[in-house]
T-cell receptor, first 111, second 113 residues
Framework: DAKTTQPNSMESNEEEPVHLPCNHS???????IHWYRQLPSQGPEYVIHGLTSNVNNRMASLAIAEDRKSSTLILHRATLRDAAVYYC????????????FGSGTKLNVKP | NAGVTQTPKFQVLKTGQSMTLQCAQDMNHEYMSWYRQDPGMGLRLIHYSVGAGITDQGEVPNGYNVSRSTTEDFPLRLLSAAPSQTSVYFC????????????FGDGTRLSIL
């Protein structure tokens, strides 16, 4: 099963952009890249997902490398409410699909 | 629209006791899964199901049983609770396609003494 690697923590200033990286060098051609975040004492929350092309939604943007071995979640203007643990996950379609979380990146946002 | 509902929210057990954590979803999702999250750690997959009557093991299945008799419900059973199973348990559901996001419940905080 393909796994992901993320930095343990990152820090950002409020209202500045944040780029959260993720490496997934063993990704297969049909794996979708999903991002979730977990606020303190809450369950994970879906943020965005993509396959090959860059994606935008109201929460964030997802930039996917051309070889798909890495991706970056972009928060355009960080707010204090964006302080959370961000998880990059590959959704495997082979047979019964599994959904493995790594340890994620803890994002601290400074006022 | 209830989404994914987990009960109970909190539970304290003694070592050796059994209990069932309940999970229900009202979105007609085929895929359901259980995770545990230990303090300061990421989520680890326990068991999952791709439809009624079909279940499989995740990363950390030992000590837990599941069954899926209906699309809506996916209970997690601890047959003989151990202190190592003290954790926060999350249930999730989604459609069974790789481009579909998972919806998570609010979690069950379980302490085993």
């Amino acid at each position: 099963d393909a796994k992901t690697t993320q930095p343990n923590s990152m820090e950002s200033n409020e209202e500045e952009p944040v780029h959260l990286p993720c490496n997934h060098s063993t990704i297969s051609g049909t794996d979708y890249i999903h991002w979730y975040r977990q606020l303190p004492s809450q369950g994970p929350e879906y943020v965005i997902h993509g396959l090959t092309s860059n994606v935008n939604n109201r929460m964030a943007s997802l930039a996917i490398a051309e070889d798909r071995k890495s991706s970056t979640l972009i928060l355009h203007r960080a707010t204090l409410r964006d302080a959370a643990v961000y998880y990059c996950i590959l959704r495997d379609v082979g047979g019964f699909n599994k959904f493995y979380f790594g340890s994620g990146t803890k994002l601290n946002v400074k006022p | 629209n209830a989404g994914v509902t987990q009960t109970p929210k909190f539970q304290v057990l003694k070592t050796g006791q059994s209990m069932t954590l309940q999970c229900a979803q009202d979105m007609n999702h085929e895929y359901m899964s259980w995770y545990r999250q230990d303090p300061g750690m990421g989520l680890r997959l326990i068991h999952y199901s791709v439809g009624a009557g079909i279940t499989d093991q995740g990363e950390v299945p030992n000590g837990y049983n599941v069954s899926r008799s209906t699309t809506e419900d996916f209970p997690l059973r601890l047959l003989s609770a151990a202190p190592s199973q003290t954790s926060v348990y999350f249930c999730a559901s989604s459609y069974s396609y790789s481009n579909q996001p998972q919806h998570f419940g609010d979690g069950t905080r379980l302490s085993i003494l």
